[in-house]
């Protein structure tokens, strides 16, 4: 079949936004249903315009359907001489058939149903070379989507690409920052300390919540459920969202402070989510201005605790 227009995936208007945080998967895999739809209205749309313009391939097609009907009920009543002749009979218009659409340079396939995207085959999903799996191109709107749920709305432009190794010069220190960071996320720590807690330190202005979040879309885009949060958010997300925390495969907690764990029962949800995290083994980046050592010395002692055994990314001089 031949799209006469592109064909679009339901678009993000469509795609309803409810309180409770979706993954990239659960969105992709709500619009199915409406992909399905979407490739049986193209085929139907297609087959009509052949019918249109060839007007003989119809009747041919019209034939087709009632020998193969006539061809049903014989084979009900055991009648091999009435099959055997409706057989023929198809043959016979199959092979008309296929001089009309020889002749016409008709598509053969006109009147099967497609995919609308041929990378992905409509599954949303497409694996490189590598072997790694990542969300398509073609599903924009869901991963815009499920980014919004994921506490970055506000972050619509911050994009990896426009990460700089040489912002503030220095580029080898932020590409080693930005590649750790990536590391921690795909689990691919190296090294004796494996902890799921990593606090990722660098001084303000420094572009550290900009890389927090494109390695939190990164995440995503790899098919990963993950959530950007302020330390302070804690506080005010609701019992849905926080319990999401808990289990999600990768977790940014941003504007890490001491004085932020010690004030609006901060410390002690953060403390319930990053040791249900530990458990699970899933990975939890602290992003904070401040040395680790001195949040050491002043968090709430729950956390103080955990900081110790964490993982460390710091930009240099930390």
Same mark, same amino acid.
Do not use: W
């Given at each position: ?71 049903? +009920?014989? $084979? ?5 001489? *009435?099959? %055997?002749?409706?057989?023929? =009979?198809?043959? !016979?218009?199959? @092979? ?116 927090? +979040?494109? $390695? ?5 885009? *790899?098919? %990963?459920?993950?959530?950007? =949060?302020?330390? !302070?958010?804690? @506080? ?83």
């Amino acid at each position: 079949m031949t799209m006469t227009a592109a064909a679009a995936f339901p678009t993000a208007s469509s795609i309803c936004l409810e309180t409770d945080m979706k993954t990239i998967k659960e969105l992709i895999r709500e619009s199915l249903t409406e992909v399905a739809a979407t490739r049986d209205i193209n085929r139907q749309n297609n087959i009509s315009r052949i019918y249109k313009q060839f007007p003989d391939l119809k009747d041919i097609d019209d034939q087709i359907l009632e020998v193969r009907n006539s061809r049903f +009920i014989a $084979v009900i009543d055991k009648d091999e001489r *009435l099959i %055997k002749r409706f057989d023929i =009979a198809e043959e !016979e218009l199959q @092979a008309k058939r296929e001089k009309i659409i020889a002749r016409n340079n008709i598509e053969p396939d006109f009147d099967e149903e497609k995919f609308i995207c041929d990378k992905c085959e409509d599954t949303g999903f497409t694996k490189g070379s590598d072997g790694t799996v990542k969300v398509c191109s073609c599903r924009k709107n869901e991963l815009e989507s499920c980014y919004e749920q994921s506490g970055m709305a506000d972050y619509s432009s911050y994009k990896m690409k426009n990460y700089r190794d040489d912002y503030l010069g220095n580029g080898a220190g932020r590409k080693k920052l930005k590649n750790e960071l990536l590391k921690v996320m795909l689990g691919l720590d190296e090294g004796d300390n494996r902890s799921p807690l990593c606090v990722f330190s660098a001084p303000p202005q420094s572009g550290k919540t900009f890389l927090a +979040i494109v $390695v939190c879309k990164t995440a995503i885009n *790899l098919g %990963k459920s993950a959530y950007y =949060a302020k330390c !302070e958010e804690l @506080a005010t997300l609701g019992t849905d969202t926080l319990e999401a925390l808990k289990h999600i495969d990768f977790l940014i907690i941003d504007d890490f402070a001491d004085t932020v764990t010690l004030y609006n029962n901060v410390g002690s949800v953060l403390n319930t989510i990053l040791e249900t995290r530990a458990a699970s083994g899933l990975n939890t980046v602290l992003v904070t201005p401040f040395p680790v050592s001195e949040l050491e010395r002043k968090c709430d002692m729950r956390i103080s605790g955990k900081l110790q055994s964490a993982k460390k990314i710091t930009s240099e001089g930390r």
